[in-house]
């Protein structure tokens, strides 16, 4: 059985608004790019299928989706102890990226509309679906008697630069992996209805279909750009990109155990199936994509996670901040070194894959 540190009780802002978490490697990042640089993409090379797409953005088909049914309308104070503490956080972590989705792609849009109106059209739709799931997710948190501050998260969050490239390939892997986490607890919740304690739940399998459509984007828009999948630089930001988001997704489902033994899902199954069905998945736009079914990946992936909780227990002690630095100094290598075994493993060819992948 995995063991995760108990999750916190929830920290305020003011009254009734949650503290935004502490900023990690491992919460929600915020992120900026060069705009100029992406208003210039020429897709003219895959103009068809983004255009395809676009339209069906425009069709807009969970927009009555989103709505706050009679199962919402009720007292939620029967959910409590760490069940209630590990869901709040499931809402707060989801909402603050959807909500980094939707300020990147407002954005976008918004520079993009002169020089680039096509890909300005799809960033604009996009930002709708984020600015839904985000709000949606806000109001759940309200049923716990808290909510965010996204203004304040707007102002008060730190944005990280990532290159257009970067960016194309960090978002489609967030799209995708974020399908596959919705897709995945949504049919197990409906095969396994007793652990369906909040009906959120049961609005996974349309909210899903966003992130499908968006991640079906950024792989039309990667395939439209020869250098982000036809050269050996692209094949080694593939590999490092898709081991990051495996990396920090292992971690993450760990390091949160007892939100998903809380509706009946055992956490490394769960983690090890959402992976299997990303990586597959990316066949469909990356060059390449890693070995799953290599002896080591996932023990090393878990490893990582080992690592990592000890990181955390260093940084909870009253140790001085140089005794600490020494002390994580062998959990960070071992990290680092675990990382790079993966990396390493020989990758699967997915130019050559690319007929049979479903």
């Known amino acids: 059985m995995v063991k995760s ?35 210039k993409l020429d897709i003219s090379a895959n103009e068809t299928e983004l255009l395809a797409i676009v339209e069906e953005l425009r069709a807009d088909y969970n927009r009555h989706h989103f709505v706050r049914d009679d199962e919402f309308k009720q007292c939620w104070d029967g959910i409590q102890g760490e069940t209630r503490r590990s869901f709040i956080d499931f809402l707060e972590r989801s909402c603050t990226s959807e909500f980094s ?11 993009l509309k002169e020089k680039n109106p096509i890909l300005a059209e799809a960033f604009q739709l996009m930002a709708r679906d984020e600015a839904r799931h985000a709000g949606f997710l806000n109001k ?10 996204l203004s304040y998260l707007t102002k008060n969050r730190t944005y990280t630069f990532f290159p257009p490239e970067w960016i194309i390939y960090t978002v489609y892997l967030s799209e995708k992996i974020g399908y596959w986490r919705y897709i995945l607890m949504y049919r197990h919740l409906q095969k396994n209805p007793q652990y369906q304690f909040y009906p959120l739940f049961r609005k996974f399998e349309s909210w899903c279909q966003d992130e499908n459509r968006h991640g079906d984007f950024f792989k039309a828009l990667l395939r439209s750009q020869p250098k982000l999948w036809q050269n050996w630089k692209a094949r080694l930001w593939v590999r490092f990109f898709l081991l990051t988001v495996f990396v920090t997704h292992t971690i993450t489902v760990f390091e949160r155990a007892s939100f998903y033994q809380s509706i009946g899902i055992h956490p490394r199954k769960y983690n090890q199936q959402v992976i299997r069905e990303t990586n597959n998945t990316a066949a469909r736009a990356f060059p390449l994509i890693l070995d799953t079914n290599h002896p080591e990946f996932f023990w090393r992936l878990e490893q990582c996670f080992e690592n990592n909780q000890k990181l955390a227990e260093i940084n909870k002690s009253d140790r001085s901040k140089f005794v600490k ?22 990758p699967i060819n997915a130019e050559l894959t690319r007929e049979t992948v479903l």
Not at 325 to 346: D, E, Q
């Open 5 to 39: 540190l108990e999750t916190p009780e929830p920290q305020m802002l003011k009254p009734g608004i949650k503290a935004p978490v502490q900023e990690t490697l491992l919460t929600p990042r915020f992120y900026t790019t060069d705009f100029a640089a992406m208003e």
């Open 140 to 149: 759940s948190m309200a049923d716990f008697n808290l909510s965010l501050d």
């Open 101 to 111: 989705g939707f300020l990147l792609f407002k954005e976008l849009s918004r520079r």
């Open 325 to 346: 630095f020494w002390l994580k100094v062998p959990a960070i290598a071992a990290i680092i070194w675990h990382m790079l075994r993966i990396y390493l493993v020989k």
